[in-house]
């Protein structure tokens, strides 16, 4: 009877849980990795262009300015204006980018899987600095100001088993932190704190002021997602069929979510009441952010590496089975769809009302208010 006031609860507590710019600057919004966007999404999108690459894309959009920023498996990093999806410039670097961009003072960071981190100028793609790891960077880095507040500085993990912190102006190491197995994911910011998940199957919980552990915490399996943090809570699905909530002050697994025997690569996207992640096992998931129970599940007819984003009382997700959904917050009922045709292993950024994504099929694909409509 109350599905409506419900719809609207969530979408007013999504927003308010956690509060974000118009702009989507970087992989799942914001430095803790919410997956969270602002304003809302129209009822029935439409193709407003698409820009094709030289290969896969499997980073994910940044958006700011009437721009947007992404990589392709081509080696580029490809500023295109939001509006048109005409290229601005494009940078090349020496290998796939699989990184999502980070928009920061008017720089792109974006890391390769040459091994490098690069800092270009956002305006024009002019390379500001470099700064090299020891193998390559897939996942997307992240930015904290200094426990002084004198300086800015970026994260990044590599396959080098070292998290970087790097000063954001000149690309000068700050700390480096050694895991002991890959770093496929990006690193969360929350509380003073960076929060990642290893191959070596460990939670990560590092002090931003000198890099040094505060906890670490048994995950049970190899975390390939980004972990998301919300009210000293860290949520991540690992590589055998869990999806866990730890507590990270007492560094304790508060609950264990599985289903089927399949992986997770997705990264959560987190409301004030639930959690929804994509799962190798074809479906879409939401829990309960208080216990990991089950509300609802979302079949799609490809495995989900996708992140959802939630856009008010819309989520938003690709799938390997080639295509975009939109489905809905409350029910998990599918509400539109857009066949891309080859599989969708990006994942969203959601800029007022407009969806931007990436496909295998090498395009960036932007979908918004039919025109005349809403901007």
Not at 14 to 24: K, N, Q, V
Not at 174 to 184: G, H, Q
Request: net charge neutral.
């Amino acid at each position: 009877m109350n599905a409506a006031h419900h719809i609207v609860w969530i979408s007013l507590l999504a927003g308010a849980a956690h509060p974000t710019l118009a702009d989507w600057p970087m992989f799942r919004g914001g430095t803790s990795l919410a997956g969270v966007a602002a304003g809302k999404l129209p009822d029935k999108p439409a193709l407003l262009w698409s820009f094709k690459t030289g290969g896969p894309i499997k980073s994910s959009a940044a958006i700011a300015d009437g721009r947007v920023f992404i990589g392709s498996d081509d080696g580029n990093v490809y500023a295109l204006d939001l509006a048109t999806g005409k290229k601005k410039w494009a940078y090349k670097t020496d290998g796939p980018v699989e990184s999502s961009p980070l928009i920061l003072n008017g720089r792109i960071l974006v890391g390769s899987t040459d091994g490098w981190l690069y800092a270009l100028e956002a305006a024009s793609g002019k390379l500001v600095w470099k700064y090299q790891t020891g193998d390559k960077i897939p996942g997307s880095p992240n930015w904290v100001k200094s426990p002084k507040g004198d300086a800015t500085w970026v994260l990044v993990g590599s396959y080098d088993f070292k998290l970087h912190c790097v000063d954001a102006a000149t690309g000068k190491a700050v700390w480096t932190y050694e895991s002991s197995n890959y770093i496929n994911g990006s690193p969360c910011v929350a509380d003073g704190k960076t929060v990642f998940g290893g191959c070596d199957a460990l939670l990560h919980v590092i002090s931003l002021a000198d890099g040094q552990q505060v906890k670490e915490v048994e995950a049970g399996a190899y975390i390939a997602a980004s972990v998301a943090v919300a009210d000293g809570r860290a949520y991540f699905g690992h590589y055998e069929n869990a999806f866990l909530c730890v507590d990270l002050k007492e560094g304790k697994i508060v609950w264990t979510y599985t289903d089927r025997a399949f992986p997770y690569f997705s990264s959560p996207a987190i409301a004030i009441d639930r959690v929804v992640f994509g799962g190798r096992d074809k479906l879409l998931h939401c829990v309960r952010r208080d216990t990991g129970k089950s509300l609802w599940a979302f079949a799609t007819r490809g495995k989900v590496d996708s992140s959802p984003v939630i856009c008010g009382d819309k989520v938003v997700v690709g799938s390997d089975d080639g295509r975009l959904y939109i489905v809905s917050l409350a029910e998990g009922k599918e509400l539109w769809s857009y066949e891309i045709g080859q599989a969708v292993g990006s994942s969203p950024a959601v800029d007022d009302g407009k969806v931007i994504v990436g496909g295998d099929d090498g395009s960036v694909y932007a979908f918004g208010a039919k025109a005349g409509g809403k901007k």
